[in-house]
């Protein structure tokens, strides 16, 4: 099988050595099944390492599952769950939230996928009035879908304007580890210590081959979360090969090594292309991901032999995005090749 | 991590290797995600080879999903399925079929878990009549939930019955390679051949790590399937990963000889227990699942040591279930402690 | 337009001159909307002196919409429902409660739609299995669907048998006047001083244009009904046509004399009918309805004049329904064409 | 009952006395339920004339009904619904269009709730990806929540751009005589001679007490409606009380003469209340509703006499609504009272 030349996303790496290594491992014979094996039990202890001792987790295989059932699982079909106009949740889950949670997503502009109390506040009326969905959750997502940060402050202040108002902070952490690698912060930092209620916890993306989860962090929400699961047909009866992926994402600082790679390499493909004639980079990079404009022709041209998205056709923007298997030859070779097209085409 | 000593089910086993093999061998670098890999694409053809050229091929993760999609993507919420009311999707998924897809459900009593159209027949009145949920889809499962087999035959005449009535037929298929193996027939026999019209396609139980797939063989149903999976959370980013198990199980006939070894262990399970004095199987043994009737007290023995499920207290039965990985040393084990445990309890 | 001369349902009726002079002394004018005019409010009031002070009100347009909001308002979508097989839920209700419920029903076999601790016992186990849907609510149906009553005894029995297994119980009341009636109680008698949970109130077929209601008569339950009933369409903007037919039914035992001429009308039609040469009636006549054997070419003449269901072709059963409006004039003349068609085809 | 001196909303009236008349009139007896009464089956006849021959006509009781039962109808979970902002289905229904229609909203920014070609195309992106809902009705609301009228050429160009994409058209007629009504059209130019796809059609607020409908035009969709309705608990069983409103309403030009009126007096209040010091009306007034700014201090004062929204806090804005029951006395007392308030508060 061909090996493709990928800046189109970080799931379109494979899996970690060491992760891989993890699952052939845990091979080993009969297990009791649906996460009561041992070794899911482990991984439980281990994530609460990280979130604290009252976190309670739960593994789904792809984001959408995290992100649909823990927001369902914490709503009434006549409440709203304001986010980001940019959110995933609101673009690129094909209507799940609504169609599988009976959601009412109310999507909020923002520049960068970022909110703050002031964008959310006018969106808060109709306390009580029967004839409007009543907010319950405020979802962010971290970093945002086009690769921005929020400060911890900025959380702190979102999760205070929120529980001020008796509403719920879900934080769609897809890739919360390259958050957490740029912010230079723990996951605790960034999640327990700021009294964020739940999260979306990634680890597909960041060297896993499908590891996802659900993580409460306040005690009194999710209690009906298992049930839900298994009738989301989210259950895996073979857990362990799950547990297994993010027992080994989250051992020896993988997560964080990974993170800072994509990171790392996201940097240096934009100062190294960003000096290229004819090609601007879009605001600054605070993680993996970067927007860039070059000509239409150009973007024709690396099309041929990499793999990227069209981001806005209109204003001639492509995203660029590194992952934890992204090395500094390939970025280099992309640049080589960005170069050439740059002139092939000035 | 200990080996657990399971008779339980054969999801308590583990990935056969030569599936594990190929799950780390397609870990090698950058590819499409979401099923539009080379490899992913390249399962499909394999998959036409065994079910025909009109079949298209969808997977997901665990059983249930493919139970609950695929019923869901040929139902109207006013339509209803029958089923047996020992079925799977009756009992075993937690309300996923009416939760998530807004089936009803319509169960009918059978004595061992498979129907036939004179079982059918009078719950399909009420056609046209608006009160009442208009029948849809007869689904069957292939072997029962309690290790019975439909004939080639039986199954014929129960989607000739379904056809001549605008009726669909669905195959839960989560066990479908035992049930060929036990007949002796290819999966193109059991299913194309007889125009079955959807599959939920089972490969987890029977060697891979998370493989299933919904197969829909009749041409003009299921169109919107693609953006289903994809609501229903259940489209995986890492694709190949799931590809891969189901193209190794289909390969060399491994899906074969690992159902086959599991009824032979069942089957050998069957004879010898069975010779113990105190000790009935129930029925014929047709598949990898037997029932037995033991003392509570000689059940209460053999579960400090194995694990498998009390399937009725009242009447002192338990289910035993042999897997691809059950070995004659396995299977003999177990007979001579059932043997120590009678005799301590006579 | 010509009068029907209907032994269909009660629900060919009209409405009572009463209610219909009700509706129209209420359209005097502005009102406010969606039930805050002070006629809705008081008719609150007025349905606390029959169900008692904690009673909470929320009025519907149609019986499935008690049924399936007050169902769905209690629980999870992994709970379910335990109801007889015969309920209306379950057959005459096009699938409402799975599809917009989300409620997974278990229906119970029941030889006259009544249940009983000892026929919902099996059904009870499985509780904290994940795999299965968690029981939340028996449903009962007072009278049931084929007219038979619950005694007060039978009623609290269920309700202990249910308490005890933290299951609430619910009371499909679409003819709950003619139950009172029959046993000569009031609905406080049969509903609050029995622990009754929520009620589905029916008003429309004893005498209301469109009038029913959910009433919660346990605290702790149903708290966000006002946003499901917007939510799921029920919340007339014009509520004082909907409450001025329930005062006015609730008025001067209006709702009393109406069931007992019903259930009144169909004892004489039991004991003139069953005395004529070769007409049966099936058991005893507990409420308004009543089934007999009839020839089949006897059903065929009365359906040129009258209208009523054949209710099972197979074994000649016929269902006959009175009504507030049914009179004695109209049931003596349904017995002399009854008589002649008998004496036509013996 | 008192009176309320309401500016509210037109469903603060009551209904008129000829439609009153006929429901009273129908009470004759008894009549086969469900719409298969003869006066359904004629009201189906006479909304034909209206809308041509190929409408298919579907009675319901509320407008949250007739939109989101229509809606659902025409979609797949999958697809999304694109309207305004203000629509009535993303603010008004309590989430109803997500919780029990499973529909995607795109709600689109809009200055006035009118939608144009031009607004909408940046929407419809994605199409055949199956990470995005895919786009498949265009909901308008004519008049808009805010007051203001489509023209017919604006109407007509929005059907042709939806139907050159595969879209639906679906009106919101809520308010739908008012629009004929002011635009000096009938109910056939402005919906079936410029295709228009679907509509709901209102008749409470102008005058019935409860009676609105889902109206096909296009023959090829909403073919399940009937089943549909039932199962969302809408399908009320004494029908001739809704129909009978509806004949009567389209009879002798009822529903023309009433919003004739409505509208006449929100433009005579506009006028007079526009004159005065200190008030301004906001923009045109194209319908039977008005927005204003005065002080608060005078909203204060008059709404302890008159019932009315403040429609916007923060600019100080409040709506009044006139309706088929508004008279020029009322217009001319509430005018008189605002010119006092104004004094009192300058």
């Not at 041992?38 to 439980?44: F, K």
């Not at 939230?97 to 109310?106: H, N, R």
Request: hydrophobic fraction near 40%.
């Amino acid at each position: 099988m061909s090996d493709l030349k990928s800046f189109a996303s970080d799931n379109n790496s494979g899996a970690h050595p060491a992760v891989m290594e993890a699952v052939v491992r845990v091979n080993t014979g009969h297990l009791k099944s649906y996460g009561d094996d041992e070794l899911s039990i482990h991984t439980d202890e281990v994530f609460k390492e990280f979130f604290g001792s009252q976190a309670r987790i739960h593994y789904v295989t792809t984001g959408t599952a995290a992100n649909v059932l823990g927001l369902r699982s914490v709503t009434h079909t006549y409440n709203s769950v304001l986010c980001a106009e940019q959110a995933h949740i609101n673009n690129d889950e094909c209507g799940a939230p609504e169609a599988f949670g009976g959601i009412k997503l109310v999507p909020i502009p923002s520049p960068d996928g970022k909110l703050t109390p002031g964008m959310i506040a006018p969106y808060l009326g109709h306390i009580g009035f029967v004839h409007a969905s009543q907010p319950k959750v405020i979802s962010i997502t971290q970093p945002t879908e086009v690769g921005k940060l929020y400060t911890l402050k900025e959380i702190e202040d979102l999760v205070e304007f929120a529980h001020d108002r008796d509403l719920l902070v879900h934080m769609d952490g897809a890739r919360l580890a390259n958050a957490c690698a740029a912010l230079d912060c723990s996951f605790f930092d960034m999640t327990t210590a700021l009294d964020v209620d739940f999260i979306s916890f990634g680890g597909t993306k960041n060297g896993c081959l499908m590891g996802e989860a659900v993580i409460f962090l306040n005690p009194d929400i999710g209690q009906g979360f298992p049930y839900l699961r298994k009738q989301a047909m989210q259950l895996v009866s073979k857990m362990r090969f799950v547990s297994a992926q993010l027992e080994a994402y989250l051992k020896d600082d993988l997560w964080l090594k990974n993170a800072r790679n994509a990171n790392a390499m996201a940097k240096r493909l934009a100062e190294k292309a960003g000096a290229i004639d004819g090609v601007t980079i879009k605001g600054t990079v605070d993680c993996n991901s970067l927007f860039a404009h070059i000509p239409p022709e150009a973007t024709e041209i690396l099309l041929k032999k990499y793999y990227f998205y069209v981001w806005n056709e209109h204003d001639q923007t492509v995203r660029w995005m590194t992952s934890w298997a992204t090395t500094e030859a390939m970025v280099d070779e992309f640049v080589e090749d960005l170069r050439k097209a740059m002139k092939a085409v000035s």
